[in-house]
C-alpha cells in the first residue's frame, strides 16, 4: 500500500534541517523562493514561472540538493494542474521522481530531500503494478521515518506516515499474499498507530482539512467515531 498524496498541508518553510548547511548566497534564493511558493503554486502560469526560475538554478547549480527537492516540489504542483485540465502527467512525475532520488544520494541529511521522495514515491505508484506499489510503499515509509527523524516536527511527514500506516492497516488478503510472496513478510500496521500520527500533524497543524478527515476516517475503523 502506498499513499497517493494530492495535498500536502503548507509549504513548511525550515532552514534548519539541511537548507541550513548550503552558503548563505544559496539560503537566501531559498528563502525568496520558499516566501512566494504558495502564491505561486495556485496557478499554470505561476507554476511555469517558478520551474522556469529552478530549472536555471538546477542548471547553475548542478547536484544542489536544496535546489533540487524545490524543484521537485514545483513539478508536483504543476502536474497537479495537468491533472485537473486532463492532461497526462506521468511523464512529469517520474521525472520529478528522478531529481527526487538524486536530492535524497546528495542530500543525507536534509528532510525534505527524503519527503518530497516519498510523496513522488507515493503519487507515481498509480501508473505501477501490485508489485511495484508494494515495494514502492517500503521505500515510502523508510524515507518519511527519516525525515521526521532529521525533522521531527513536520506536519506533512507525520500525516504521510498517519496515511501510510492507515492503508497498511487496511491491506487487502491479496495484497498481503503477495507481499508476503515478495518479501517474506507482510507489512504491519493498526489504526490506532495511524491515528497517533494524524493526531501528532494536528497538534502542529489543527486547520488541515485533509488531515482532520483522516482523524474521523481512524476513529470510524477504530468504532469510535461517538
Known amino acids: 500500500a502506498v499513499v497517493s498524496t494530492q495535498s500536502t498541508g503548507s509549504s513548511g518553510i525550515n532552514a534548519e534541517y539541511g537548507d541550513s548547511r548550503c552558503e548563505r548566497d544559496l539560503l537566501e534564493i531559498c528563502r525568496s523562493?520558499?516566501?512566494?511558493?504558495?502564491?505561486?503554486?495556485?496557478?499554470?502560469?505561476?507554476?511555469?514561472?517558478?520551474?522556469?526560475?529552478?530549472r536555471q538554478l538546477n542548471s547553475s547549480r548542478p547536484n544542489t540538493p536544496q535546489i533540487m527537492w524545490r524543484l521537485v516540489r514545483m513539478m508536483f504542483e504543476e502536474a497537479?494542474?495537468?491533472?485537473?485540465?486532463?492532461?497526462?502527467?506521468?511523464?512529469?512525475?517520474?521525472?520529478?521522481?528522478?531529481?527526487?532520488?538524486?536530492?535524497?544520494?546528495?542530500?543525507?541529511?536534509?528532510?525534505?530531500?527524503?519527503?518530497w521522495y516519498?510523496?513522488?514515491?507515493?503519487?507515481?505508484?498509480?501508473?505501477?503494478?501490485?508489485?511495484?506499489?508494494?515495494?514502492?510503499?517500503?521505500?515510502?515509509?523508510?524515507?518519511?521515518?527519516?525525515?521526521?527523524?532529521?525533522?521531527?516536527h513536520n506536519s506533512t511527514a507525520?500525516?504521510?506516515?498517519?496515511?501510510?500506516?492507515?492503508?497498511?492497516?487496511?491491506i487487502k488478503w491479496w495484497e498481503a499474499k503477495i507481499a508476503a510472496k515478495l518479501f517474506g513478510s507482510v507489512p504491519q500496521s493498526t489504526y490506532d498507530e495511524a491515528l497517533k500520527h494524524f493526531l501528532a500533524a494536528d497538534e502542529l497543524n489543527s486547520e488541515w482539512v485533509e488531515n482532520t478527515l483522516f482523524i474521523v476516517k481512524c476513529l470510524v475503523a477504530l468504532g469510535r467515531e461517538k
Open 80 to 115: 497537479k494542474h495537468n491533472a485537473r485540465a486532463g492532461l497526462d502527467s506521468k511523464t512529469q512525475l517520474v521525472e520529478a521522481l528522478d531529481i527526487a532520488r538524486s536530492a535524497v544520494d546528495m542530500g543525507e541529511q536534509n528532510s525534505k530531500c527524503h519527503l
Open 118 to 152: 516519498a510523496i513522488l514515491l507515493g503519487d507515481t505508484c498509480k501508473y505501477d503494478d501490485t508489485k511495484a506499489k508494494l515495494t514502492k510503499g517500503m521505500e515510502f515509509d523508510k524515507h518519511v521515518r527519516i525525515s521526521l527523524q532529521l525533522d521531527p
Open 33 to 54: 523562493i520558499d516566501e512566494r511558493h504558495d502564491v505561486l503554486k495556485v496557478t499554470e502560469q505561476g507554476c511555469e514561472q517558478s520551474l522556469d526560475q529552478l
Open 158 to 170: 507525520l500525516h504521510l506516515l498517519g496515511r501510510y500506516c492507515y492503508e497498511v492497516a487496511g
